[in-house]
T-cell receptor, first 113, second 111 residues
Framework: DAGITQSPRHKVTETGTPVTLRCHQT?????MYWYRQDPGHGLRLIHY???????DKGEVSDGYSVSRSKTEDFLLTLESATSSQTSVYFC????????????FGPGTRLTVT | GQQLNQSPQSMFIQEGEDVSMNCTSS?????WLWYKQDPGEGPVLLIA?????ELTSNGRLTAQFGITRKDSFLNISASIPSDVGIYFC???????????FGKGTRLSVIA
């Protein structure tokens, strides 16, 4: 257990509404990641963070923004949700030191109607 | 961007059979990771590989870091029903670049 929680775990929202997903970790890891998972596409990186206020884009960042004001929290925001953003969203942390091992949270299932 | 080709995409096997899956890339990787995902849950790390040629076991699972550094293999021996799930490979090649993930192998076990 890497001490990662995600909230909410499930959410249904309407097209055009803003949505924020939260990832919280308890072990002070520097690197945090947001992925989306869709059938046929595997895990695709949205954004990641390498420290407080330090973030970078992944391969599918359009329509998403992130913020990291504290080490333990990494927020993913959909400014104006679209049906194409219906997906399962996973947060992950990277283990410390020279390890590249990532550990995943339980996921948030988001449905945009 | 970089891609990992994971095969097979899916497989159906009888309980007790051995399973092999692999991941290949056109690029060199310095780290290979194998994950398993159960339905409705996040991926769980099974095995991490850090050296070319390395062979590492975790119970009935054995993974190898290919000698060319462009591929990795995962074997499951004597499969059981709880082996059902999606298996992902992931690679990392330099500095602090994010992991690259394969699209997964979906394993079904017939009792």
């Amino acid at each position: 257990d890497a001490g990662i929680t995600q909230s909410p775990r499930h959410k249904v929202t309407e097209t055009g509404t803003p949505v924020t997903l939260r990832c919280h970790q308890t072990e002070n890891h520097r690197y945090m990641y947001w992925y989306r998972q869709d059938p046929g596409h595997g895990l695709r990186l949205i954004h990641y963070s390498y420290g407080v206020k330090d973030t970078d884009k992944g391969e599918v960042s359009d329509g998403y923004s992130v913020s990291r004001s504290k080490t333990e929290d990494f927020l993913l925001t959909l400014e104006s949700a679209t049906s194409s953003q219906t997906s399962v969203y996973f947060c992950a942390i990277r283990a410390g030191g020279n390890s590249y091992e990532q550990y995943f949270g339980p996921g948030t299932r988001l449905t945009v109607t | 961007g970089q891609q990992l080709n994971q095969s097979p995409q899916s497989m159906f096997i009888q309980e007790g059979e051995d399973v092999s899956m692999n991941c290949t890339s056109s690029s060199i990787f310095n780290t290979w990771l194998w994950y398993k995902q159960d339905p409705g849950e996040g991926p769980v790390l099974l095995i991490a590989l850090y050296k070319a040629g390395e062979l590492t076991s975790n119970g009935r699972l054995t993974a190898q870091f290919g000698i060319t550094r462009k591929d990795s293999f995962l074997n499951i021996s004597a499969s059981i029903p709880s082996d059902v799930g999606i298996y992902f490979c992931a690679g990392q090649n330099s500095g602090n670049t994010p992991l690259v993930f394969g699209k997964g192998t979906r394993l079904s076990v017939i009792a």
